[in-house]
């Protein structure tokens, strides 16, 4: 192993907050990292491993602090005031805070498509205590909403952010919680 510097993302501007990455079209990856300066910078990086940067802006008014990003699923951003956002070709679009609750984090964005729309979706927690899972879904021309799907019994928080597995055409989302325990979210009718 060996390390490579690919410098700020622009400057003046340090690299903060949670990044998120993927590849792309053989060996390109990009890398999404929030600025100090409340910016989304895009790295992408070549087969040669030569980059460049790209900055991406922020929702107006809002300061990004996280990003989850993947391939399919889009690129979603949580905003300083707990708000999550999507980033889709140069337009920000924000979909608020699940029942008027802060965002802490969410798990990567995934992409379900069916015959009639493909649908965008994510699973969040909130701030404070007696947190929940909310799933947001975004259909890319009808906008987004929330769903609650509530916590585990005997939970108050967890402890890290929600992930999501597949395997054939079954989903589950995974958390762990402060009792120590991992819990699994699955829709009714999946093994």
Known sequence: WAWRNHGRPAP???AFG?????????PTTRVFVPGRNGHLYRFTLDAANQ???????????KSVRKVHATASGGIFAITDDGDVCSWWFGTWTC????????????????????QYHPINRLFCV?????????QLSVYSSEGGWW????????????VDRPTVMFSGP??????????????????????
């Open 12 to 14: 003046g501007v340090d």
């Open 51 to 61: 980059g460049s940067w790209q900055d991406l802006q922020a929702p107006p008014g």
């Open 95 to 114: 979909y608020g805070k699940p029942d008027g609750k802060h965002v802490w984090d969410c798990s990567d964005p995934i992409l379900i498509d069916n």
């Open 147 to 158: 769903v609650n799907r509530g916590k585990p019994s005997g939970t108050n928080t967890f």
């Open 126 to 134: 909130h701030t404070g205590s007696s947190q929940e899972v909310y």
């Open 170 to 191: 079954y989903s589950r989302v995974f958390v762990p919680a402060n009792d120590g325990n991992l819990y699994e979210l699955y829709p009714p009718g999946q093994p």
């Open 18 to 26: 949670t990044t998120s990455s993927y590849a792309i079209s053989g």
